[in-house]
């Protein structure tokens, strides 16, 4: 779930990487470039570098047509993703400057001024559905934040202080991780972290939300549950997401638990090909978290049993750091292809969606590992719906941990279906939307 500035910087970077070697001189040529990208490039170049006016195609379902100078994205082009995001105007070495229109996946419009690949000057915002009878709002956006507008419930809040959430969360931290119940001897507990790392759109912090309060009326979980969120709209006693309060958050649960008792660690966020986590939260910076130095956390907090969701673009590629008997590792995706869903409007995101609403809510389902493959069959009948490029979820279970859970849903009854039973649901989801 990267943000268009990375996707736009990434292309760019390997356009330059890609022309190396190219025939010298001005003139319209046709090469496909599958030796590194699968993806080609039709037009001018000059010096071995795209120069003039071409049209770049990757296999990721982005393209790119427009005016090219010394490798870069420059002058007068239009961008399109996979996932239905389209941009047309100005660009300026690889990022987005001067007048634009940048249409989002869920329909919204933009039409205004751009710097450094961010709204920056006066626009206008076209919704796709109207919020409380709201359907256009005009503005002025710095640094990509709404600043000022004509429908003041659009703008952004202002940073928070830095100085005030610093000594205000270190107390709602402590807090509510001094509430967390000890586990009862010669029982199985499921213990709850959520965490939503990326503040500028409010789907992660809806579906940890959602998540949370699942498993507390469904597993019981009360006050054996945490939720970390970076957002917008962040009330006083939120816990924002950070690697700092992650592992404080894991430290604290692990102390509380037996040596028998099961985690489930929910992330959701954007992710990177370099397998990092994006933290965000508008006016603190905090610091992104990669697979070694999520494993290593983990790790540290020496919880025995742990069921582990990772729900980014990218996320496959944490599997390798993460797994152990154990462990199960779940990832919305795999570890070279993106995952969808993550609008500022949104619930859900595509695998929170189909995880948790719909396998877990609608269809009941208790075990973790069977709600993860009715998921994937949900996220990748959307994915057709809207021809994007499959997401390819996935997961690895270790022989200890799925022999726990077992064990876990015996003792609180819940019987596990029957192969029938998976099979008449196999066929509901397929006749599902």
């Known amino acids: 779930m990267n943000t268009r500035r990375t996707g736009l910087l990434r292309l760019a970077v390997l356009l330059l990487t890609l022309v190396a070697g190219f025939i010298a001189g001005l003139g319209f040529q046709h090469q496909p470039m599958d030796a590194v990208s699968g993806g080609h490039y039709s037009g001018d170049r000059a010096g071995g570098l795209y120069h003039g006016r071409g049209v770049y195609v990757s296999d990721d379902g982005q393209s790119y047509t427009g005016e090219f100078s010394e490798g870069y994205f420059h002058g007068s082009g239009e961008l399109r993703r996979g996932d239905g995001y389209h941009y047309s105007g100005g660009f300026h070495y690889g990022m987005a400057e001067g007048e634009g229109r940048e249409q989002l996946a869920n329909g919204d419009v933009y039409i205004g001024e751009f710097a450094n690949d961010q709204r920056d000057g006066i626009g206008q915002v076209i919704l796709a559905k109207a919020v409380d009878g709201v359907k256009q709002y005009n503005g002025r956006w710095q640094r990509g934040r709404l600043i000022e507008s004509d429908q003041p419930q659009f703008q952004d809040q202002q940073p928070i202080k830095t100085e005030y959430a610093l000594y205000h969360q270190a107390d709602v931290l402590q807090r509510q991780l001094a509430a967390i119940k000890a586990g009862e001897n010669d029982r199985i507990e499921l213990y709850f972290i959520g965490f939503a790392g990326v503040g500028a759109e409010r789907v992660f912090g809806r579906e940890t939300a959602y998540a949370q309060a699942l498993f507390e009326r469904q597993f019981d979980t009360q006050n054996r549950s945490i939720a970390l969120i970076n957002s917008k709209a962040n009330g006083d006693d939120v816990i924002l997401a950070s690697s700092t309060s992650l592992q404080r958050s894991l430290d604290a649960v692990a102390r ?178």
């Open 256 to 433: 509380a638990m037996n040596s028998e008792d099961i985690l489930f660690l929910m992330i959701t966020s954007h992710g990177s090909k370099s397998h990092h986590l994006s933290v965000q939260q508008p006016g603190i910076d905090l610091v992104d978290i990669s697979d070694q130095q999520l494993a290593s956390m983990i790790e540290q907090s020496s919880i025995k049993y742990k069921v582990i969701m990772v729900s980014a673009c990218y996320s496959g590629g944490f599997i390798e750091a993460l797994q152990s008997p154990n462990t199960l590792v779940m990832t919305s995706s795999n570890s070279h292809r993106s995952s969808f869903g993550c609008t500022d409007d949104a619930d859900f995101t595509y695998f929170g969606r189909a995880y948790f609403q719909k396998a877990m809510t609608e269809f009941g389902e208790h075990s973790f590992e069977s709600a993860f493959y009715l998921a994937k069959q949900w996220v990748g009948q959307w994915e057709r719906e809207q021809d994007y490029q499959p997401s390819q979820p996935q997961i690895a279970v270790g022989t200890a941990v799925a022999a726990q859970l077992q064990r876990w849903r015996s003792q609180r009854g819940l019987v596990d279906r029957q192969q029938s039973e998976h099979a008449v649901i196999t066929e509901r989801v397929s006749d599902d939307y």
